[in-house]
């Protein structure tokens, strides 16, 4: 079956610095990819997908690029500020299926960037 | 994204009561989502909706029982619940939940649902 893999966290910062959480799928067919950003207290709000092989996504200086050949995509971010803290989920949306468009989600990294 | 609303945001609620989780999407969309939330667990689908009919109930317990009277509006009736069920539960909806894998799914802020 589908299934992403992100790192675990916590991940701990100081501001400015370079983020990076790395992602790996399983998946068949060809799934759309996503990063999920949640901030304490409120639901997920999507920061960026991208739907095939070499699409890089990017949105508020976070980037991530489909890799088909190594079923990756890693978020990164090159200078992070405080608020930036929050839980990031990878997932996929299995494509290709009568109902499809349903998430399969990672277990959530939880980032903190301190002053 | 405002345009999911959850009500109530905060929950607490005994082992013999019946309860219920109501959302409301203003983006005109057709599919509706509740996800389960659970700490150090995966986000884990629970039911989907397309044009108000269910197109997928992921092994939920019957406990559980969603109901969607039209596209705008999902909720999730609770009766009998354990205190394993407690977490956090959200909504989404996207515009259509056919093949179109690259549809974005938008989330509102969840109920936080205390079982004891």
């Known amino acids: 079956g589908n299934s992403v893999t992100q790192m675990e966290g916590p991940v701990t910062l100081s501001e400015e610095a370079f983020l990076t959480i790395n992602c790996t799928y399983t998946a068949t067919g060809y799934p759309s990819l996503f990063w999920y950003v949640q901030y304490p207290g409120e639901g997920l709000q999507l920061l960026l997908k991208?739907?095939?092989?070499?699409d890089k996504g990017s949105n508020k200086g976070f980037e991530a690029t489909y890799r088909k050949e190594t079923t990756s995509f890693h978020l990164e971010k090159g200078s992070v500020q405080v608020s930036d803290s929050a839980v990031y989920f990878c997932a996929l949306s299995r494509s290709g299926e009568a109902a499809g468009n349903k998430l399969t989600f990672g277990g959530g990294t939880r980032v903190l960037v301190k002053p | 994204e405002t345009g999911v609303t959850q009500t109530p945001r905060h929950l607490v609620m005994g082992m013999t009561n019946k309860k219920s989780l109501k959302c409301e999407q203003h983006l005109g969309h057709n599919a509706m989502y509740w996800y389960k939330q659970s700490a150090k667990k995966p986000l884990e689908l629970m039911f989907v909706?397309?044009?108000?009919?269910?197109?997928e109930n992921n092994s939920v317990p019957s406990r559980f029982s969603p109901e969607c009277p039209n596209s705008s509006h999902l909720f999730l009736h609770l009766h009998t619940l354990q205190p394993e069920d407690s977490a956090l539960y959200l909504c989404?909806?996207?515009?259509?939940?056919?093949?179109?894998?690259?549809?974005?799914?938008?989330f509102g802020p969840g109920t936080r649902l205390t079982v004891l």
């Open positions: 909706y397309n044009f108000k009919e269910q197109t």
């Open positions: 989404a909806s996207s515009p259509t939940s056919g093949t179109r894998s690259t549809d974005t799914q938008y």
């Open positions: 991208a739907t095939k092989a070499d």
